[in-house]
């Protein structure tokens, strides 16, 4: 009789082990899910913000240079002012600083076409990974419901069967 109380108490205690480590699992799984979810949503609008700001800081600079000429781009629906022709001494300046927004502004593009892509890069492989995590934590939690299930169905099988030896 007390073996197999010793016997219980140690399938409990090693029960216990399993469902703590399982806990601990299950916890794992779901802060990773989590804070992948968060880093996927949080990571294109903490890069396109602060781009949005320096791209609006360039517009004021085209403003300061050429008075009006940013208006379209700075205030919504704003009608670009008609600019009077140049004449010819002006031309070699106005060519030249044309050119060099041209530049500033390709040059703009290109580096916001490169981080662009490296965040959306960046983004779908944290969602993807969160979708992952979140499917992993889904199969741990359903296989430690099956297993505590199949444990409480054992324990009250045995049960059934010491029931049935004492009363035949």
């Not at 399993?18 to 806990?23: A, D, F, W």
């Not at 396109?48 to 629906?77: Q, S, T």
């Not at 060519?95 to 040059?107: D, E, F, G, M, P």
């Not at 499917?135 to 505590?148: D, H, P, W």
């Amino acid at each position: 009789m007390s073996s197999e109380f010793n016997e219980n108490i140690d399938a409990r205690i090693a029960a216990e082990r399993v469902v703590r480590k399982e806990r601990n699992r299950i916890r794992r799984w779901a802060v990773l899910s989590i804070g992948l979810w968060v880093l996927a949503g949080l990571l294109i609008p903490s890069i396109y913000l602060p781009v949005g700001a320096k791209l609006h800081e360039y517009g004021r600079l085209i403003d300061e240079a050429n008075p009006g000429a940013a208006d379209p781009i700075l205030k919504d629906g704003a009608i670009a002012p008609l600019m009077p022709l140049p004449t010819q001494q002006e031309l070699p300046d106005l060519v030249a600083r044309l050119r060099h927004q041209q530049w500033i502004t390709s040059h703009i593009i290109v580096h916001e076409w490169f981080v662009g892509a490296i965040i959306l890069v960046l983004a779908i492989g944290a969602a993807l990974l969160a979708s992952a995590s979140t499917v992993a934590l889904a199969l741990t939690i359903r296989r430690v419901t099956l297993r505590q299930v199949s444990a409480n169905l054992a324990e009250i099988s045995e049960q059934l069967r010491r029931l049935q030896s004492h009363s035949t």
